[in-house]
């Protein structure tokens, strides 16, 4: 029997719930169908168990709250582990970076079998429609014509078609073309319980004390061309459980892990600590993949149908955004049904503006990352390059974000090419650190690192600012970064200055017009937040039709 419906989502993973869930959330009259496994039951490796801000606050506006609260470990943040004596693997005295007082809207660190099963459960309450099965056959509409898909024992058209079938790509690689860099990525990981404490076993030193539980934070020890992370979980029972991996560049890591006996192999050599913690535990099991990183060319059309979250691109996990990434893109698709059936459809370069920009949000992060694994084992450089880029993220990102610029087709034509136009002060402080690092010499103590500029200084807690404050929350980002570039010239005796000079004016230029000029444009006067969440009695972000008076 064939049947007409207005958005089809082949995928059942957490990328397809997640789209399913917020548009039957936000569109309450749209017919939503879920073709694939049934949730919990696709073969698949689990990946994005660490949220960060939009994600988070994503479910939130879903009304999951409560269930994350109650059943998933806190996250308190990322922290950054780098061993003062790289060399030396008996050496155990590692500088913590991370932030030293909680962040105002704190993450969870998701067991994912669960919390995917909940999600589909509230998926079906909001009434998606599961339909168990395979694609076996589809056509894409062209102008606005439907789109079709069959398989056996069930025939769908639809006005608008999602592709969430992750490294599958099962529509994408019909109607679009994918590449491959040529600076690759792999990853091994595996899950572990029963394990010996980690931090105690090493030598920590920091700026000043953390005021929450650090172990409670996902945890990156940087290395030779790699990175290893540690994600706390809890299990069914509630029991704790460790994600672990290590993802590496291979054209600069000098190894190939495939089992957990090469994984403990490396760490032995690297980080002892971690070799002693991971022999004394229990894997559970074990996931790799193998220079995995891949982009669409196009993610959205006119036409209606949209390739989201890993059927988009993949992307190294090195700061937990890729359920972020993917909540944004949910949200875009969101506003560009909402408008077309609000009689007002977004054109072919709104549209292509709304991808664009989400392409170039993931193409800078990506690009930094891909150049990091090059110096991730020089403790200082390491550094800056992190304090570098979550200045952005606190400052500019989640500020915009939140108040609605990325789903505004007219905003994201400006932010695009703002954000492209930041590339070249960013590589110029990329040599900054490097010209720092060496001026301040390969023997390094906590004291090189107090020296900088002060990480909480860097960042912005309140991100979730009102509309009419974000002229001013926006241009502190030029202006940190250029205190963070006067602060490493200092440190160098200024022989630096004539190169860096130019971004610096340009840094001090933006900040200036940011607060003055920015936010008149016309481009930008049409922007709304879209997420209804307001402080509950406890602080933390709830739907409106949540929080108690």
């Avoid at 639809?158 to 040529?182: A, C, F, M, N």
């Avoid at 010499?441 to 009419?468: K, M, T």
């Avoid at 970064?481 to 602060?487: D, E, G, K, P, T």
């Amino acid at each position: 029997m064939h049947e007409n419906v207005d958005v089809v989502v082949v995928g059942s993973s957490i990328s397809g719930l997640m789209t399913a869930a917020w548009l039957k959330t936000k569109i309450e009259t749209l017919s939503v169908v879920v073709i694939g496994p049934p949730v919990g039951e696709e073969r698949r490796p689990i990946v994005g168990e660490s949220l960060v801000e939009p994600a988070v606050l994503f479910f939130r506006e879903l009304g999951l709250g409560p269930y994350l609260d109650e059943r998933h470990e806190i996250k308190y943040g990322l922290t950054f582990y780098h061993k003062l004596s790289p060399r030396d693997p008996f050496d155990r005295r590692y500088t913590v970076h991370a932030p030293s007082e909680k962040l105002h809207h704190l993450s969870r660190q998701l067991h994912r079998p669960a919390f995917d099963c909940e999600l589909a459960r509230l998926a079906a309450s909001r009434g998606v429609r599961f339909v168990e099965g395979r694609v076996r056959d589809f056509t894409v509409g062209e102008d606005n014509a439907q789109h079709t898909v069959r398989g056996e024992g069930f025939s769908f058209s639809s006005r608008w078609l999602v592709d969430t079938t992750g490294r599958k790509r099962i529509i994408g690689r019909t109607v679009t073309k994918y590449e491959r860099p040529e600076l690759q990525r792999s990853a091994f990981w595996f899950r572990i319980r029963g394990f010996d404490p980690l931090l105690p076993t090493l030598q920590l030193s920091e700026r000043r004390p953390v005021d929450y539980p650090l172990w409670k934070s996902t945890h990156h020890f940087m290395g030779q061309g790699n990175w290893i992370w540690g994600i706390p979980l809890k299990d069914d029972s509630g029991e704790p459980v460790l994600s672990m991996g290590i993802t590496w560049r291979p054209d600069v890591f000098p190894a190939d892990i495939r089992s957990i006996d090469d994984f403990v192999r490396w760490a032995d050599a690297e980080h002892p600590a971690i070799a002693d913690m991971v022999r004394s535990g229990e894997v559970l099991d074990t996931q790799r993949y193998r220079n995995y990183l891949y982009r669409a060319e196009q993610i959205y059309s006119p036409d209606g149908w949209f390739l989201i979250g890993d059927a988009a691109r993949s992307v190294d996990p090195l700061y937990s955004t890729g359920l972020s990434m993917t909540a944004i893109q949910v949200e875009q698709v969101g506003e560009l049904i909402r408008r077309e059936l609000a009689g007002a459809p977004v054109p072919a370069d709104g549209v292509a503006a709304l991808g664009g920009l989400w392409m170039t949000l993931a193409d800078i992060r990506q690009d930094d990352i891909t150049d990091q694994y090059k110096t991730m084992d020089q403790p200082l450089q390491a550094c800056l390059r992190r304090y570098w880029n979550l200045c952005a993220w606190f400052n500019a990102l989640l500020p915009l974000w939140f108040n609605g610029y990325f789903v505004d087709p007219d905003a994201a034509v400006v932010l695009k090419r703002m954000f492209e136009a930041s590339r070249p002060g960013s590589r110029a402080a990329w040599r900054l650190f490097g010209q720092a690092a060496a001026a301040a010499g390969p023997e390094l103590e906590q004291a090189d690192f107090d020296r900088l500029v002060d990480f909480d200084w860097l960042i912005n807690r309140s991100f979730d600012c009102a509309p009419e404050h974000l002229p001013r929350t926006i241009s502190r980002l030029p202006w940190k970064r250029a205190c963070l570039r006067w602060n490493l010239l200092s440190m160098s005796g200024w022989q630096h200055l004539p190169g860096q000079a130019p971004h610096l004016l340009r840094e001090l230029g933006t900040a200036a017009l940011s607060r003055t000029l920015l936010f008149r444009l016309p481009a930008l006067q049409g922007a709304r937040r879209h997420l209804t969440l307001q402080p509950g009695p406890d602080g933390t972000l709830q739907p409106a039709d949540t929080v108690l008076p």
